[in-house]
């Protein structure tokens, strides 16, 4: 979404419609908690991961496919319910599948991850967006690179140990 308000304008969308959109994105943000605790406390494998980064993959690329406000207020809504809880969908498998004193060693792995991602992903789509296809390009490249994020969560499966983590 770093980029989201540029291709927003660029689509001729208004700044009404434009605060409109993070005003929704806020509101998915509020309700995220909600929506995937169960999710997250249910499955111990990948399968929250993955549908949570393939949910994403679907909010960014709905303003790349479409610069109507009903697809834009999709897109913040469902980004906005989805983008925190992949943090802790992470956070989750780690609890699930590693026993207590490994928790923090595993939740720096993912950290940094993360960190290298929101520094190489934003880096992509700029560079991208200088390119011929500009911006939506570089969206439509993001998504795919969360697309693929959700196919390696799903290979993904629960760790077996001998005592329950949860």
Same mark, same amino acid.
């Given at each position: 979404m770093t980029f989201v308000v540029t291709l927003l304008r660029e689509q001729q969308l208004g700044s009404t419609l434009i605060t409109v959109f993070f005003?929704?994105?806020g509101v998915g943000v509020v309700a995220s908690s909600w929506l995937w605790a169960g999710l997250l406390q249910r499955f111990r494998g990948g399968q929250s991961l993955m549908l949570l980064n %393939?949910?994403?993959?679907?909010?960014?690329? @709905?303003? &790349?496919?479409? *610069?109507?406000p009903l697809a834009v207020f999709v897109s913040g809504a469902?980004?906005?319910?989805?983008?925190?809880?992949?943090v802790a969908s992470t956070t989750a498998l780690v609890r699930h599948n590693l026993p207590a004193a490994?928790?923090?060693?595993?939740?720096?792995?993912?950290t940094t991850v993360f960190a290298a991602g929101q520094i190489v992903?934003?880096?992509?789509?700029?560079?991208?967006?200088? %390119?011929?296809?500009?911006?939506?390009?570089? @969206?439509? &490249?993001?998504? *795919?690179?969360?697309a693929l994020g959700a196919l390696l969560a799903w290979g993904q499966k629960a760790l077996p140990h001998q005592e329950q983590v949860s």
């Amino acid at each position: 979404m770093t980029f989201v308000v540029t291709l927003l304008r660029e689509q001729q969308l208004g700044s009404t419609l434009i605060t409109v959109f993070f005003g929704v994105l806020g509101v998915g943000v509020v309700a995220s908690s909600w929506l995937w605790a169960g999710l997250l406390q249910r499955f111990r494998g990948g399968q929250s991961l993955m549908l949570l980064n %393939g949910l994403l993959a679907v909010a960014t690329v @709905l303003p &790349v496919l479409s *610069a109507h406000p009903l697809a834009v207020f999709v897109s913040g809504a469902l980004f906005g319910s989805v983008f925190l809880s992949v943090v802790a969908s992470t956070t989750a498998l780690v609890r699930h599948n590693l026993p207590a004193a490994a928790w923090s060693s595993g939740i720096a792995a993912f950290t940094t991850v993360f960190a290298a991602g929101q520094i190489v992903g934003p880096s992509l789509v700029g560079w991208l967006a200088d %390119g011929a296809g500009g911006l939506r390009n570089g @969206l439509a &490249v993001s998504a *795919a690179v969360l697309a693929l994020g959700a196919l390696l969560a799903w290979g993904q499966k629960a760790l077996p140990h001998q005592e329950q983590v949860s």
